[in-house]
C-alpha cells in the first residue's frame, strides 16, 4: 500500500524559505509522476509543481523560479524547495503520487493523481 508522508511545513515570513519533505513507502513502480498541490480555504486545489520519473519537471507560473521540485530516490523522498515565500503561498500543501501514462513512447504526468499524502501547513506573514 502506498503511503505519502509530508514534513516540513510552518509559519515564516515573506521572503523567508521552507523545504517540504515527502516520505514515500510501498511505491516500486518504475515510471511514475509525483507533485506538490495546494489549496487554500475558498480556493480548488492547485498543482504547483510535477516530477517525471524521466527526470522532467513542471512548475506553476505563480511559483516558477522560486520553488524546486526535487527527489532522493535512495531516500524515496520529494521535496520542495520553496524561496522567496508571499502571502499568497500560504495554504495545506500535500504530496501526490501517480503511475502516469504512456503515449507512444513517451512518459507524461496526468492531471488527477491516486495517492495522496495528509498535508502540510504552510503559513506566509507578511
Known amino acids: 500500500q502506498v503511503q505519502l508522508v509530508e514534513s516540513g511545513g510552518g509559519s515564516v515570513q515573506a521572503g523567508g524559505s521552507l523545504r517540504l519533505s515527502c516520505a514515500a513507502s510501498?511505491?516500486?513502480?518504475?515510471?511514475?509522476?509525483m507533485a506538490w498541490f495546494r489549496q487554500s480555504p475558498g480556493n480548488e486545489r492547485e498543482e504547483v509543481a510535477a516530477?517525471?520519473?524521466?527526470?522532467?519537471?513542471n512548475y506553476a507560473a505563480s511559483v516558477k523560479g522560486r520553488f524546486t521540485i526535487s527527489q532522493d530516490s535512495a531516500k524515496n523522498t520529494l521535496y520542495l524547495q520553496m524561496n522567496n515565500l508571499k502571502p499568497e503561498d500560504t495554504a495545506m500543501y500535500y504530496c501526490?503520487?501517480?503511475?502516469?501514462?504512456?503515449?507512444?513512447?513517451?512518459?507524461?504526468?496526468?492531471?488527477?493523481?491516486?495517492?495522496w499524502g495528509q498535508g502540510t501547513q504552510v503559513t506566509v506573514s507578511s
Open positions: 501526490a503520487a501517480d503511475l502516469g501514462v504512456w503515449i507512444g513512447p513517451s512518459h507524461r504526468c496526468r492531471i488527477e493523481y491516486n495517492y
Open positions: 510501498g511505491y516500486t513502480a518504475s515510471s511514475y509522476c
Open positions: 516530477l517525471d520519473s524521466d527526470g522532467s519537471t
